[in-house]
């Protein structure tokens, strides 16, 4: 699928829209889910418009809301990348999930305190069941964070622990080498 830049530009000049802003996070493979330390949980179902090499297109939707997604290439070894993000109501997300490539991605989220930031665990349902990935954001390139002793391996830049990739090549299909290197 293809969005004209008129398309985008008008998106990105309605009152809903964020700025385009910098995401920066670190993302860890777990090994002990601790979803008991959650102080919130959320259900999100996401799929793909567009999954073009220097870009993607998401569309997910939570337990009240929806949003639309653009994502830009990753730098920095997977660390930062260009997002922009439009809030959309129910009712539009669930249109535009009509028009998505095959291969949605489901999880929980689960939104954990941990000092001065907040680990979101991800647990994998579907094609997906079984992978569980916790994800840091971080205020800059330079924020330390400390990882808790049930995080693994971190796998931030890893391309195929991305929801794009997963949707298209879900761990369920991926082999035992795969899932340990």
């Known amino acids: 699928m293809f969005f004209s830049i008129d398309t985008l530009l008008y998106l990105c000049n309605t009152s809903k829209s964020k700025r385009m802003q910098l995401e920066i996070e670190r993302k860890y493979l777990v090994l002990e889910d601790m979803r008991q330390l959650a102080v919130r949980q959320t259900e999100i179902r996401q799929g793909y418009l567009s999954l073009a090499p220097d870009r993607s297109v998401r569309v997910r939707l939570t337990d009240h809301e929806g949003y639309l997604t653009v994502k830009g290439i990753s ?57 569980l990935l916790a994800e840091v954001e971080l205020k800059s390139e330079h924020d330390v964070f400390d990882k808790p002793a049930w995080f693994g391996a971190e796998v931030t830049g890893q391309t195929r622990y991305y929801n794009a990739y997963l949707s298209k090549h879900p761990f369920c299909s991926w082999t035992q080498q795969q899932e340990t290197t």
């Open 75 to 131: 730098r920095n070894a997977g660390l930062t990348r260009m997002e922009w993000e439009k809030k959309l109501d129910r009712k539009e997300a669930l249109d535009l999930f009509e028009l998505c490539l095959p291969g949605a991605i489901e999880k929980t989220r689960y939104y954990i305190p941990y000092g001065r930031h907040t680990i979101e665990l991800d647990v994998f349902k579907g094609d997906n069941a079984g992978l």
